[in-house]
């Protein structure tokens, strides 16, 4: 039973700070990891993806993977009041094959201004 | 283009009621996904179609029956729903690749049973 761990916050982060967010999964078969953001009432949109062990940017986003601790994070940086939603945290093992998402919990982040 | 589209976007139906829920994308994936969420957890996968087969069955009811008509659409078919099915019904497709294989979320349809 794979299993995907987040604090579910929520974490509030004043406006132009750094939000960091953080996810455990219990899976070590598990190959690639997904962010995704939800805002109340809408379906989850993709922030970033990574499968290699280190750092991924992708403008005001970094996620961070350490395979040998099964630890994935989402850096925000710069944070706005229109990031303020849902992360979601979530984990494939797919090898080749489609494979559902298992997903966490999802953290409630609050951006003040 | 990501676009998966799903209709209807809101859906009442009664206990009794036979209805269906339709997805689509153009965008050449060769998998689709039903997801349920219900409200404040997150989605959980109920189907998986890759190359119009389907491949992933998570238990779900038999009141619950998918269909892949072909590789750009995706049905849900519901009959006979309990009140506690009522749920954000999700559809997501991905191309079906080894590492980073992104799903893609429509909209969703938001399901109420009376």
């Known amino acids: 039973q794979k299993e995907v761990e987040q604090n579910s916050g929520p974490l509030s982060v004043p406006e132009g700070a750094i939000a960091s967010l953080n996810c455990t999964y219990s899976?070590?078969?598990?190959?690639?990891f997904f962010w995704y953001r939800q805002y109340s009432g809408k379906s989850p949109e993709l922030i970033m993806f990574?499968?290699?062990?280190g750092d991924k940017e992708d403008g005001r986003f970094t996620a961070q993977l350490n395979k040998a601790s099964q630890y994935v994070s989402l850096l925000i940086r710069d944070s706005q009041p229109s990031d303020s939603a849902t992360y979601l945290c979530?984990?494939?093992?797919?090898?080749?094959?489609?494979?559902?998402?298992?997903f966490g919990k999802g953290t409630h982040l609050i951006i003040q201004p | 283009d990501t676009e998966v589209t799903q209709t209807p976007k809101h859906l009442v139906m009664g206990m009794t009621n036979k209805k269906s829920l339709k997805c689509e994308q153009h965008?050449?994936?060769?998998?689709m996904y039903w997801y349920k969420q219900k409200a404040k957890k997150p989605p959980e996968l109920m189907f998986v179609?890759?190359?119009?087969?389907?491949?992933i069955n998570e238990s779900v009811p038999s009141r619950f029956s998918p269909e892949c008509p072909n590789s750009s659409l995706l049905n849900l078919h519901l009959h006979a729903l309990q009140p506690e099915d009522s749920a954000l019904y999700l559809c997501?497709?991905?191309?079906?690749?080894?590492?980073?294989?992104?799903?893609?979320f429509g909209p969703g349809t938001r399901l109420t049973v009376l």
């Open positions: 979530a984990v494939t093992d797919s090898g080749g094959g489609a494979d559902g998402l298992t």
């Open positions: 179609y890759s190359y119009e087969k389907l491949s």
């Open positions: 965008m050449g994936h060769r998998a």
């Open positions: 990574i499968y290699s062990n």
């Open positions: 997501a497709s991905s191309q079906v690749r080894a590492f980073g294989d992104t799903q893609y």
């Open positions: 899976d070590r078969g598990s190959q690639s």
